[in-house]
């Protein structure tokens, strides 16, 4: 069985699983676990490591249009040095700092991999699910696209000061607040933008027509050997934790003006098939 | 840097850390890993690991005099079985459902050993912490002591049924829930009874004199082939999430009446030192 297969046998046991957080009472709560082999590539400092494992979480609350509140995080490695230690704390306090949420302390556990699994909670009243879309809505994407996936490549070539920078992102909890007003279905990008777009029509029972240019992170244009990298790491390698959401035609300048970051309109929801620029947009991306 | 080392490291750079559960606006939130190695000895059912990996966050829940509202874990193997992955799922449905908390989902993760992290999340306006005991308090554990060690040794031995049997406990919510209004100080027995009255010396800036008997579970009787093993595992072992707590002489008995399970006197609340029996009681016990 495969993640999806997994993910929707734990969607049929649990009404409350499906969207990027669960729900209850009034509040989101979203779990995460990340580990060195598939999430920390060599180079990635312990700093980056509690920024970016804690962000992932939250960003999942910001993906609720939910007001962050508080993350922990249990750090498991083979060893506990100190410096690694306290530089993985100051990372997880830092990204919480940058999103007005708190970091209130965990567990260790030792583990012959490197793993963090972090729980981010947010509050929010009447959390933005991903299936509240209809077709006409405009379909949107904060920021840009690429940043993980580029910084991969720069792992790969040992220019790890860029790639660590590029690796912590700022969760997009103000931006989730600001379009929980507007959104009509949201999700974050972790899978990569062309999963997430088949997760959300998926949920929203539509499809969705997207047309470029996309925002292609400027980062991407600097690794990509061709046209062809560039589509993969921006449309497909996902770990970009922006946010994909819906919004209605009506609402998308006051939704643009409340955003504090750049709100790109990416195509128009549908009423089936996913497609880019008139051609089939695979439902492929990260398996974690 | 050993495990206590690196948590006291935690408590420097996060002041809501250092008890069972961090505390965030009148709720609770505690993380926890267990993984194959240390956790689920082999013939530990998948429906036993979810019930105890689960089980042992409600566990910090309860310590902390909370009423259980909700858990979630992510579930990290090396491939997805649908029988094995559902039989987790129960499990930790089931745990929630004996603390009236309900398990609202959580993740997958790809991963060489089967690891789960657990988060759980309760209500306290007012948590009862490890700090709080005073010189003349009773000291008292909730249960039996041993269980765990005792199932370990019957997995070992390859009386797997029996053993699931022990592995799973029931959280002690309720006892928690009853106990918030007596108990100055309060912590699980999750690291063994020996470290955790050491930890709540040390929070609580006390001592602790302990006499035996101490209420060793039947089950550690018939496994333990000598006195010297017996009060190992009832003593040191640990991972058997019991309540122990420290309250007022002067209200013992309401808290014994409140309290939905036996509340076993093992001590009194001392100025310093901790003994059993008159003798010095090492400050070691199970390390995750």
Redesign the interface.
């Known amino acids: 069985?495969?993640?999806q297969?997994?993910?929707a046998?734990?969607g049929d046991?649990?009404p409350?699983?499906?969207d990027d957080c669960?729900?209850?009472?009034g509040?989101v709560?979203?779990?995460?676990?990340?580990?060195d082999?598939?999430d920390f590539p060599e180079g990635t400092t312990r700093y980056t490591a509690g920024w970016r494992a804690v962000g992932a979480s939250l960003s999942d609350v910001a993906s609720m249009g939910a007001d962050a509140?508080?993350a922990?995080?249990?750090y498991?490695a083979p060893?506990?040095?100190?410096d690694e230690?306290?530089a993985f704390?100051d990372g997880a306090?830092d990204v919480c700092e940058s999103v007005a949420a708190?970091?209130?302390?965990?567990?260790?556990?030792?583990?012959?991999?490197f793993?963090v699994?972090t729980?981010a909670?947010g509050d929010a009243d009447d959390p933005v699910l991903r299936s509240g879309a209809s077709p006409g809505d405009a379909l949107c994407v904060t920021g840009t696209l690429g940043r993980s996936g580029a910084a991969l490549r720069l792992f790969e070539r040992g220019e790890t000061e860029r790639a660590n920078d590029l690796f912590r992102f700022e969760p997009r909890v103000a931006a989730g607040v600001a379009l929980r007003e507007y959104a009509t279905a949201m999700l974050d990008s972790s899978d990569g933008l062309a999963r997430s777009v088949h997760q959300l029509c998926g949920a929203s029972d539509c499809g969705a027509a997207l047309s470029g240019p996309l925002p292609i992170a400027d980062a991407v244009d600097t690794v990509a050997g061709d046209a062809e990298e560039r589509r993969e790491l921006g449309v497909f390698f996902g770990e970009d934790f922006e946010l994909v959401c819906a919004v209605p035609e009506t609402d998308l300048a006051a939704a643009r003006e409340a955003v504090p970051c750049p709100l790109h309109r990416i195509g128009t929801v549908t009423e089936d098939g996913v497609t880019l620029d008139g051609e089939p947009l695979a439902d492929r991306g990260y398996?974690?």
């Open positions: 069985m495969d993640e297969a997994a993910l046998l734990i046991h649990l409350a699983a499906g669960a729900v209850v009472d509040q709560v979203t779990t995460d676990m990340l580990h082999r598939t509140t508080a922990v995080a249990v498991a060893a506990f040095d100190a230690l306290t704390l306090v708190e970091y209130v302390g965990g567990d260790l556990d030792g583990h012959e991999e793993t699994a729980t909670l398996s974690h």
